[in-house]
């Protein structure tokens, strides 16, 4: 079992930054591959970035690619999304998300995931 506690959302600007963290507990964090995922009122799921287990393979969706950056830090069982140039469409509550899994297809996939964070709120005002 490993258990995700999301942090960092809040109300910002147009053109704003955020930093989110993933904090993670249970099993080994580092035998896990890392995802971001968002979800707006009425909408599905959608995929944001993920990391590998060492962080060597990282994967942006189109929409948020040279504005996010996903990074991992092992030692402190942490993952974390900076989010710059942020856009009043980046609203939504923000979900990691733990998996074994390591294609890059799968890791876009909300069903690889095993675990899930509660979420954090990001509200960006225009």
């Known amino acids: 079992q490993v258990q995700l506690v999301e942090s960092g959302g809040g109300l910002v600007q147009a053109g704003g930054s955020l930093r989110l963290s993933c904090a993670a507990s249970g099993r080994t964090f580092s035998d896990y591959s890392m995802g971001w995922f968002r979800q707006a009122p009425g909408k599905e799921r959608d995929f944001v970035a993920a990391i590998s287990w060492g962080g060597s393979n990282i994967y942006y969706a189109d929409s948020v690619k040279g504005r996010f950056t996903i990074s991992r830090d092992n030692a402190k069982n942490t993952v974390y999304l900076q989010m710059n140039s942020l856009k009043p469409e980046d609203t939504a509550v923000y979900y990691c998300?733990?998996?074994?899994?390591?294609?890059?297809?799968?890791?876009?996939?909300?069903?690889?995931?095993?675990?899930w964070g509660q979420g954090t709120q990001v509200t960006v005002s225009s």
């Open positions: 998300a733990a998996t074994h899994n390591f294609n890059r297809g799968l890791l876009a996939v909300v069903g690889s995931y095993d675990y």
